[in-house]
């Protein structure tokens, strides 16, 4: 049985509890469990006597601390320091004073180590976090170390925060290929959250036009005025004459001025014709070429 489902089975067991006067800090913590799996990472919400209350995954959950065999303060390898060691559950001091080398200028040394896999997951669930510095730490790391860290992004597209899915999907635009990525990337285009699916529009215009199919099918969806804005610039930037004919039935569609506008000039700058919001002009125009093309 893995962790996730081992912690889902404990949570669903554990009861209420009065606030603790003291305990661990809040934060983000790898957690081990006494019933095996691998390592968890998690956002410590609060502490109770018997109960750690977290946010895994996007769901906060109470796990009873008899559960826990272990619980470590994260640090990623990026912070030049070594992470805190909490030891058993319930024991915040152990692991406390250990010091790292420094250079000259107060600097830590880096250790020259790959991170861990472990590592990598911690920096995935990290940039879900509202400290900007800790996310944007997350996210160099994930950046510098994105072949490692590519399936975990993927996994990290279905992650119950929006902000962690956003940020992955963003990330696999910059740093992604076509043939590796853009399928997964693709998935966030019908992703509840419109934020997401801006993303992912810009993760597919990045990636290139092999998405063309795919941006399609999303404008034929989006609620969203200034993502479906940002749908059409991408067909626009793009130019591929493919983008032609979904833009003049966006047209004949479309409801928003700001969107008609948009599709006006992207059709413009494919065609090199100038016929305005003349909706008939284009439809003739798509005609021809089609019968042209036949």
Not at 113 to 142: C, F, H, I, Q
Not at 181 to 207: H, I, N, Y
Not at 279 to 293: M, R
Request: proline content about 4%; overall charge positive; hydrophobic content about 45%.
């Amino acid at each position: 049985m893995s962790g996730a489902r081992v912690l889902f089975g404990i949570c669903a067991a554990t009861c209420l509890a009065a606030p603790l006067r003291g305990g661990q800090a809040p934060g983000w913590y790898r957690v081990e469990l006494a019933a095996g799996g691998e390592p968890l990472t998690v956002k410590l919400v609060s502490e109770e006597p018997e109960v750690f209350v977290l946010s895994f995954e996007g769901s906060i959950l109470r796990v009873e601390k008899k559960a826990v065999k272990t619980i470590k303060r994260i640090a990623l390898p990026e912070d030049g320091q070594a992470a805190p060691d909490a030891g058993k559950a319930g024991n915040p001091a152990a692991g406390a004073g250990r010091a790292q080398a420094k250079d000259a200028g107060g600097r830590a040394k880096a250790s020259g180590k790959r991170p861990s896999d472990a590592a990598l997951r911690d920096a995935v669930e990290l940039l879900a976090s509202t400290d900007e510095a800790a996310s944007g730490r997350a996210y160099r790391l994930l950046t510098q170390e994105f072949g490692a860290a590519r399936p975990h992004l993927h996994r990290a597209l279905k992650h119950g925060n929006s902000r962690v899915r956003m940020m992955a999907v963003k990330l696999l635009g910059e740093k992604g290929s076509v043939k590796e990525d853009l399928l997964a990337a693709g998935t966030r285009l019908s992703d509840p959250e419109a934020q997401v699916r801006r993303a992912a529009v810009g993760a597919l215009r990045a990636l290139g036009n092999a998405g063309l199919p795919a941006l399609v099918r999303y404008l034929e969806t989006e609620s969203v005025a200034s993502n479906r804005k940002a749908a059409v610039q991408t067909l626009k930037i793009w130019n591929d004459a493919q983008a032609v004919g979904p833009l003049v039935h966006l047209l004949a569609r479309e409801r928003d001025a700001g969107v008609k506008n948009f599709a006006i000039l992207a059709l413009e700058s494919l065609t090199g014709q100038k016929y305005g919001k003349d909706l008939a002009a284009w439809q003739a125009y798509l005609g021809k070429t089609k019968s042209l093309n036949s």
